[in-house]
């Protein structure tokens, strides 16, 4: 039987590893110094009952280029949905 700790684990590797960092093109952020990073990266255990859940992730471009996400990919579940959550001066 799988724990719900294994599941959490695996939807955040592949969260990170299918989804978000070939986004931003793989190939060009081992060439040169990464701009894009991902880090302090967690997953909400769900609530008893629930088989929903999230992963976060903080998301830095440190580069002068514009970069977006705009797709990602899970093989631990059945959707995958994108939020953006950001400071504007003292609110998110």
């Known amino acids: 039987m799988t724990s719900a700790a294994d599941i959490l684990r ?4 592949a969260v ?3 989804g978000i960092l070939p ?14 990073t ?12 629930r088989t929903v859940t999230a992963v976060f992730v903080v998301v830095e471009n440190t580069g002068k280029a514009a ?4 797709s990602g990919v899970t093989t631990v579940a059945d959707t995958l949905e994108l ?3 950001k400071m ?3 609110s998110m």
């Open 10 to 13: 695996r939807s955040l590797a």
């Open 16 to 18: 990170l590893v299918a």
């Open 23 to 36: 986004v931003f093109g793989g190939a060009t952020l081992c060439a040169q110094k990464a701009t894009v």
């Open 38 to 49: 991902a880090h302090d990266a967690w997953v909400r255990e769900a609530p008893a009952g």
């Open 67 to 70: 970069r977006s996400i705009v």
């Open 83 to 85: 939020h953006e959550m």
């Open 88 to 90: 504007v001066g003292t």
